[in-house]
Nanobody, 124 residues
């Protein structure tokens, strides 16, 4: 059974940093698409960052480019989202996700498995 456990959210002031973690279990970690998404109240879920564990292809959303980076630790089956220079508009619940198929990796519809989400709140 596939499990994704995301953690690391919290409350920070604008300009601060957080690192989210997503521990993946139950399938072969190194041959999947993994992504980070966020959803603010009243808004659609949007892709933040994603990468292919097979090819190394990485995509970062324009809204966070230059501030957010994604990385992984294969030994720990964990993927990270480092968020720097946070802005109030980054406030949302953040989710990690894993896809067993292919497609545009910032599109949430291709993902089969989701973490429970972790809240990030950025105050001005």
């Amino acid at each position: 059974q596939v499990h994704l456990v995301d953690s690391g959210g919290g409350s920070v002031q604008a300009g601060g940093s957080l690192r989210l973690s997503c521990e993946v279990s139950g399938f072969q970690f190194t041959k999947r698409l993994l992504g980070w998404f966020r959803q603010a109240p009243g808004k659609e879920r949007e892709g933040v960052a994603c990468f292919s564990m097979t090819t190394g292809y990485t995509a970062i959303a324009d809204s966070v480019k230059g501030r957010f980076t994604v990385s992984q630790d294969n030994a720990k089956n964990t993927v990270y989202l480092q968020m720097n220079s946070l802005k109030p508009e980054d406030t949302a619940k953040y989710y990690c996700a894993a896809a067993t198929g292919g497609g545009y990796c910032l599109f949430p519809g291709i993902y089969n498995y989701w973490g429970q989400g972790t809240q990030v709140t950025v105050s001005s």
